[in-house]
C-alpha cells in the first residue's frame, strides 16, 4: 500500500518523495557531475566504506537514478533510518558523518586548507635552500594550463600521470614524464614535497615527518615557505583523463 504522501514515476516503479541517500564508489565520483547545480546536494566520507562517499539529496530525480551507485536509500527522518529504494523496512541507520556541499567538494581532488607546521619534538621545522638538486617529480600548475596540455595530450602520454585540484584553481600533477608546461615544479622524497631547489631544516628523516604529519600510503605533505604546509590524500589523486581534466576546469570556472 502506497501512503499519502506525493509519489513520483521512476523506471522502477512508485518511489515516495523522501530525502535519499546513495553509496558511491570514489572511482566513479565523476557520474556525480550532473548534480553540481543542485546546492541541496551533499557528499560526506564514511570512514566504515574507506574507497567509497555517501551523497544525499531531499528528493530522488533522474540524475540520482543514473548514478551508478553501490546502494540507494530513501531516508526515514523520523527514525534515522535508511530503506533501500523499492523496500518497505528499514536495513541501517543513517551514518553520523560530516557533511559539504557537493558543487565545491566534487572538485576532483580538492586540496584541504593550509595547516601549520609549529614544532616537532619541540623543534621547528623551516624551508631552506638544497645543497644538491635533484629532479622536478611533481608540478603545480593552472587548471586551464593542464586542460589545454591533456587535451592536445596523446592518451599514453597522459596515461602515467595523476592530479589533483585546489578550489583556488592550481593543479598538482604527479607521474614521470611530467608535463612540459609552465608551473611550479617540486620535489617528493618519501611523501615530503617542496619547491624545486629546497629541502627542510633540521634534515629530520622523511619517516618521522610522515608520522608527525600524520602521512598514510602515498599521501603528500607539501612544506610552505610560510612554515605551513598542505597535505593531499592519495585519494584526492585521480588519473590523467581529457574529460577528468575538463570537467574540472568547467568546474572551477563555474564556482568562480
Excluded at 96 to 112: F, H, N, R, V, Y
Excluded at 153 to 164: V, W
Aim: neutral net charge; aromatic residues 6%; proline residues 7%.
Amino acid at each position: 500500500m502506497v501512503s499519502n504522501q506525493t509519489v513520483k514515476k521512476a523506471p522502477f516503479g512508485l518511489v515516495e518523495v523522501r530525502p535519499w541517500m546513495a553509496l558511491v564508489d570514489e572511482r566513479c565520483l565523476v557520474a556525480t557531475v550532473g548534480l553540481r547545480g543542485d546546492t541541496a546536494v551533499e557528499i560526506g566520507r564514511d570512514a566504515n566504506h574507506p574507497s567509497c562517499r555517501w551523497l544525499r539529496g531531499p528528493e530522488i530525480s533522474p540524475c540520482v537514478l543514473a548514478l551508478p551507485f553501490e546502494q540507494l536509500y530513501q531516508v526515514d527522518e523520523s527514525e534515522s533510518k535508511l530503506i533501500p529504494l523499492g523496500a518497505s523496512l528499514p536495513v541501517r541507520s543513517v551514518p553520523d558523518i560530516e557533511w559539504e556541499t557537493l558543487s565545491i567538494a566534487l572538485i576532483p581532488g580538492k586540496l584541504p586548507s593550509k595547516l601549520p607546521i609549529t614544532s616537532i619534538q619541540g623543534v621547528a621545522v623551516t624551508r631552506v635552500r638544497a645543497r644538491e638538486l635533484v629532479d622536478a617529480n611533481l608540478i603545480r600548475v593552472s587548471a586551464e594550463a593542464w586542460c589545454d596540455f591533456a587535451n592536445a595530450a596523446a592518451d599514453i602520454r597522459l596515461k602515467p600521470l595523476s592530479f589533483a585540484a585546489s578550489i583556488e584553481g592550481d593543479v598538482i600533477v604527479r607521474g614521470s614524464p611530467l608535463p612540459s608546461i609552465t608551473g611550479n615544479r617540486l620535489v617528493e622524497i618519501n611523501g615530503i614535497v617542496t619547491d624545486l631547489g629546497y629541502t627542510w631544516s633540521p634534515a629530520i628523516a622523511t619517516d618521522i615527518l610522515r608520522k608527525y604529519l600524520n602521512l598514510v600510503g602515498k599521501d603528500l605533505a607539501i612544506l610552505l615557505p610560510n612554515t605551513c604546509w598542505e597535505k593531499i590524500e592519495a585519494a584526492n589523486f585521480i588519473s590523467a583523463t581529457r574529460s577528468a581534466a575538463r570537467q574540472t576546469k568547467e568546474l572551477l570556472a563555474a564556482l568562480k
